[in-house]
């Protein structure tokens, strides 16, 4: 599985198409994501004071199925590998969505079902 912290209009405008595809696709060309032992520091790096954003969990067979290509890619400056999602998500491989508010200063905790995985 492949994890995705996403801000609330973000996902909300995906229930409206269909389709997830935030903001760093039309800018980046891909959707940034993370494994799961990545999303914390992905939170305190990049959404400190979200409180109203989500986890989303993909099925990474789900979204080769629908010819969606993920590629993992060195990140330099985080010294790591992370998936890049080439295309809009289609709902159907979200597999599950979870509140992960981010406070001010970046502290989120995983949600109890995905916590000491």
């Known amino acids: 599985m ?15 198409t269909g389709f997830f595809a935030s903001p760093d696709l039309a800018a980046e060309g891909f959707i940034h994501a993370s494994e799961l032992g990545q999303v914390l520091e992905t ?8 409180p109203r954003a989500l986890l989303l969990e993909l099925d990474e067979e789900v979204l ?31 597999r599950r969505v979870w509140p992960l508010p981010v406070a001010a200063n970046g502290m989120a905790a995983l949600p109890p079902a995905l916590a000491g995985r």
């Open 64 to 94: 080769l199925a629908a010819g969606v290509r993920v590629e993992r890619e060195w990140a330099a400056g985080r010294q790591a590998w992370f998936p890049h999602v080439f295309g809009p998500v289609p709902l159907a491989a979200v």
């Open 2 to 16: 492949l994890y995705r912290i996403s801000q609330a209009n973000d996902w909300e405008l995906a229930q409206q």
């Open 43 to 50: 939170a305190r790096l990049y959404y400190a004071n979200s």
